[in-house]
Nanobody, 121 residues
């Protein structure tokens, strides 16, 4: 039984768009602060975007502002990350989970397979 799952990764040309999706079992996204992370090879997970499920307010890292949108569909309990204007720098593995501070990332032990995003130059 998969408790965390990401979908929608793939190979995209520079300038294209991609939408990632995420499900987490036994979680209602509108009751949690959720986030998308990326993990470059040899590095820890890095925050891409976060969403307060109660208020709908979102936070984006500077590199994603204006081209990344995090959202959740309360009807089907699916979280999304829409990424536009993709560049090779976006190539990575993307994960979804609850939002926690960087010092608390190690407390998150339930991770999905991740969605691989590859952007061709």
């Amino acid at each position: 039984q998969v408790q965390v799952a990401e979908f929608g990764g793939g190979l995209v040309q520079t300038g294209g768009s991609l939408r990632l999706s995420c499900t987490i079992s036994d979680r209602t996204f509108n009751n949690y602060e959720v986030a998308w992370y990326r993990q470059p090879p040899g590095k820890g997970r890095e925050l891409v975007a976060a969403l307060d499920g109660r208020s709908g307010r979102a936070h984006y890292e500077d590199s994603g502002k204006g081209r990344i949108t995090i959202s959740r569909n309360s009807a089907n309990n699916i979280m999304h990350l829409q990424v536009n204007s993709l560049s090779p720098d976006d190539t990575d593995i993307y994960y979804c989970n609850e939002f926690v501070g960087v010092l608390d990332l190690e407390s998150l032990t339930r991770w999905g397979q991740g969605a691989r995003v590859t952007v061709s130059s």
